[in-house]
């Protein structure tokens, strides 16, 4: 790929991407247009599209997409109650194909031969992102630095970064890597490689320790459209705004810390720690909602495919026929999903108060342990259950016969 020219960068400012941008240069001698997403890292954006360009990039884009996001990528996932290996709420991997899409609208509008992105050859960004470019552009050109520099350390990555004068958050001490975005945070990497030290509490940053918690529980209400939250105590909000007030709310009481080793794509484990406040809230309030208003043997063959969705997510198949085909499916499940649910936030934990639809198919009438003699005989029982254990009968009638 001698003759690239232009390439635009998936650039976070982290260590990774700082190195990569001027490694480019100096390996390419190319242009390098940067392209930073705003998915809600906050201050991390802070002097970004600057230190971009003292870096050497000849332009810097920086687009606020979290609406989008959450309306278009978060949203969608917890309608699926998706979730990757019963832990994992999918933070950095729902991310990776709206990072894509916009680097490859980018690169189209500069007139870029190839586009590059700072994920290890190890990892699942890797493929997640290329997976991505490939879907929108079949003959894209991918420069993945990981996969072919000698930098292959992080140590050697903060000695490239400062001989080349190239300020970094990550130290010596504190050397883990992470991800930020509206749905959580990650970290991974130095004192996390070895699965038995704890996490220590300065690196949690969207979430107090549950210890530190406030002493009062706080009882919090979110309302449903068609699976998708719509309003939080009553106040409607936009998706993006919604999402940061449910962060807000569950940080507050330090909910969402976990802490685990995954399965990678490549192969390998990993550990993790993350924090998703907002997201485990959601999660909760929603699975919730579909107690009252999904019919059993629809709820029951939609979570039967949460494995499914959550891997295709998890390994970047966001793009795919597969994908659009459970999409599809898993929103027609929600045309009832509508109501409100009532949680208690309080000491790391949420507790479910209640719930409540215009579409219920809860029946107190038939629930009830009170006289319901004109709405549901029991003496119907019993035919149910005798037809249903005819099978078991007539297999220990033969298997004493026998």
Request: charged share 25%; hydrophobic share 40%.
């Given at each position: 790929?001698?003759?690239?020219?232009?390439?635009?960068?998936?650039?976070?400012?982290?260590?990774?991407?700082?190195?990569?941008?001027?490694?480019?240069?100096?390996?390419?001698?190319?242009?390098?247009?940067?392209?930073?997403?705003?998915?809600?890292?906050?201050?991390?954006?802070?002097?970004?599209?600057?230190?971009?360009?003292?870096?050497?990039?000849?332009?810097?884009?920086?687009?606020?997409?979290?609406?989008?996001?959450?309306?278009?990528?978060?949203?969608?996932?917890?309608?699926?109650?998706?979730?990757?290996?019963?832990?994992?709420?999918?933070?950095?991997?729902?991310?990776?194909?709206?990072?894509?899409?916009?680097?490859?609208?980018?690169?189209?509008?500069?007139?870029?031969?190839?586009?590059?992105?700072?994920?290890?050859?190890?990892?699942?960004?890797?493929?997640?992102?290329?997976?991505?470019?490939?879907?929108?552009?079949?003959?894209?050109?991918?420069?993945?630095?990981?996969?072919?520099?000698?930098?292959?350390?992080?140590?050697?990555?903060?000695?490239?970064?400062?001989?080349?004068?190239?300020?970094?958050?990550?130290?010596?001490?504190?050397?883990?890597?992470?991800?930020?975005?509206?749905?959580?945070?990650?970290?991974?990497?130095?004192?996390?490689?070895?699965?038995?030290?704890?996490?220590?509490?300065?690196?949690?940053?969207?979430?107090?320790?549950?210890?530190?918690?406030?002493?009062?529980?706080?009882?919090?209400?979110?309302?449903?459209?068609?699976?998708?939250?719509?309003?939080?105590?009553?106040?409607?909000?936009?998706?993006?705004?919604?999402?940061?007030?449910?962060?807000?709310?569950?940080?507050?009481?330090?909910?969402?810390?976990?802490?685990?080793?995954?399965?990678?794509?490549?192969?390998?484990?990993?550990?993790?720690?993350?924090?998703?406040?907002?997201?485990?809230?959601?999660?909760?309030?929603?699975?919730?909602?579909?107690?009252?208003?999904?019919?059993?043997?629809?709820?029951?063959?939609?979570?039967?495919?949460?494995?499914?969705?959550?891997?295709?997510?998890?390994?970047?198949?966001?793009?795919?026929?597969?994908?659009?085909?459970?999409?599809?499916?898993?929103?027609?499940?929600?045309?009832?999903?509508?109501?409100?649910?009532?949680?208690?936030?309080?000491?790391?934990?949420?507790?479910?108060?209640?719930?409540?639809?215009?579409?219920?198919?809860?029946?107190?009438?038939?629930?009830?342990?009170?006289?319901?003699?004109?709405?549901?005989?029991?003496?119907?029982?019993?035919?149910?259950?005798?037809?249903?254990?005819?099978?078991?009968?007539?297999?220990?009638?033969m298997n004493k016969k026998n």
């Amino acid at each position: 790929m001698s003759n690239i020219k232009k390439v635009v960068l998936a650039y976070s400012g982290g260590l990774d991407t700082s190195v990569i941008l001027k490694w480019l240069i100096e390996t390419y001698g190319c242009e390098v247009v940067t392209f930073s997403a705003d998915l809600g890292q906050e201050e991390e954006l802070d002097g970004l599209e600057a230190k971009a360009l003292k870096t050497g990039a000849v332009k810097a884009y920086i687009d606020d997409l979290r609406e989008e996001f959450i309306r278009d990528f978060v949203f969608p996932a917890f309608r699926a109650n998706a979730i990757y290996e019963g832990q994992y709420l999918l933070g950095t991997s729902i991310a990776r194909p709206l990072i894509a899409k916009r680097q490859m609208e980018i690169a189209r509008i500069e007139g870029a031969d190839a586009v590059s992105h700072g994920a290890t050859g190890k990892g699942n960004d890797q493929v997640r992102f290329e997976l991505s470019y490939y879907a929108i552009d079949p003959e894209i050109k991918i420069i993945a630095p990981w996969r072919e520099w000698d930098l292959n350390s992080r140590t050697v990555l903060m000695e490239f970064a400062k001989k080349h004068g190239i300020p970094v958050p990550q130290t010596p001490a504190k050397p883990y890597s992470t991800d930020r975005n509206m749905l959580h945070i990650s970290y991974e990497g130095g004192v996390l490689e070895d699965p038995w030290n704890p996490a220590t509490d300065d690196m949690y940053t969207m979430s107090v320790k549950p210890e530190s918690a406030p002493d009062k529980a706080e009882e919090v209400e979110i309302s449903f459209v068609q699976g998708n939250p719509v309003a939080i105590n009553g106040k409607s909000m936009s998706p993006a705004v919604l999402f940061k007030e449910l962060n807000s709310l569950g940080g507050k009481h330090g909910i969402g810390r976990i802490d685990l080793v995954e399965n990678r794509f490549v192969g390998m484990k990993s550990r993790g720690v993350y924090e998703t406040p907002g997201g485990t809230l959601l999660r909760l309030a929603h699975m919730t909602m579909e107690t009252i208003t999904l019919d059993r043997e629809v709820a029951h063959l939609r979570d039967s495919l949460i494995p499914r969705y959550a891997e295709l997510v998890y390994y970047g198949f966001w793009f795919s026929p597969e994908m659009k085909l459970l999409q599809n499916m898993v929103d027609q499940t929600q045309e009832n999903v509508s109501g409100d649910v009532r949680l208690k936030l309080y000491k790391g934990n949420a507790y479910v108060l209640g719930r409540r639809s215009e579409r219920s198919l809860y029946s107190a009438a038939h629930a009830t342990f009170e006289d319901d003699k004109s709405i549901y005989r029991q003496k119907d029982a019993e035919g149910f259950i005798r037809l249903n254990a005819l099978r078991l009968r007539i297999l220990n009638t033969m298997n004493k016969k026998n």
